[in-house]
Each structure stands twice: as structure tokens, then as C-alpha cells.
Nanobody
Framework: QVQIAESGGDLVQPGGSLRLSCTVSRTTFSPFAGAWYRQAPGKEREQVAQINGGASRDIKYLDSVKGRFTISRDNAKKMLYLQMNDLKPEDTAVYYC???????WGQGAQVTVSS
């Protein structure tokens, strides 16, 4: 029903940067909040960042990524982005993009931070 595809995952060294992209096939995109989640091996999925839809575009981040990650969106392209800077080994996870009500998932993008 809702098709989601993440891209941009890679193996990077600590301190490096990556930009994840996500395409959403939903007919109506702009009013809805978008979010990035991640799931590390053996851990539960957690929300990394959220950006609200509509006019407000309010943003919230997981405390551990605040100041390093930036979520953004392009409504015309129906895309979500996650710019990740100063990556740390503990950021290693599969990263997922989703749109409200946050029940739709793609295959995820593997991000591995290791020297």
C-alpha cells in the first residue's frame, strides 16, 4: 500500500558522515510527519529523528544524535533525508524511514561505523 525505500547506507570510519535518502510512494505526503528509526543488533527499534508535516515542520531528535544528525524533507519529491555527521560506532544499525502513523517500513539502510 505504502512503498518506502531507503538508500545511502555504507561502511564509514568514526567521525565520518553519511546522508540517507528515503522515497515514499504515498499519494498524500506533505501533511504527515516523517521519521527515521534505527535498529542495532540485539536491540529494539528506536526513533532517531522526526519532522512534522504541514506548516510547522517541528523537529525532534534522539538525545544521543542531537547536534550530529539533521532530518529534512522535500515534499515535492516525497522524500525524507537524514544527514549524519560525526558518526560513532554506536550509531551502527539498520536505519529505517517511515511516515505517520509510523507503521510502514522499507528494507532499511545498513550503516556501519568502524575503523
Amino acid at each position: 500500500q505504502v512503498q518506502i525505500a531507503e538508500s545511502g547506507g555504507d561502511l564509514v570510519q568514526p567521525g565520518g558522515s553519511l546522508r540517507l535518502s528515503c522515497t515514499v510512494s504515498r499519494t498524500t505526503f506533505s501533511p504527515f510527519a516523517g521519521a527515521w528509526y534505527r535498529q542495532a543488533p540485539g536491540k529494539e527499534r528506536e526513533q532517531v529523528a522526526q519532522i512534522n508535516g504541514g506548516a510547522s515542520r517541528d523537529i525532534k531528535y534522539l538525545d544521543s544524535v542531537k547536534g550530529r544528525f539533521t532530518i529534512s524533507r522535500d515534499n515535492a519529491k516525497k522524500m525524507l533525508y537524514l544527514q549524519m555527521n560525526d558518526l560513532k560506532p554506536e550509531d551502527t544499525a539498520v536505519y529505517y524511514c517511515t511516515i505517520f502513523p509510523f507503521i510502514y517500513w522499507g528494507q532499511g539502510a545498513q550503516v556501519t561505523v568502524s575503523s
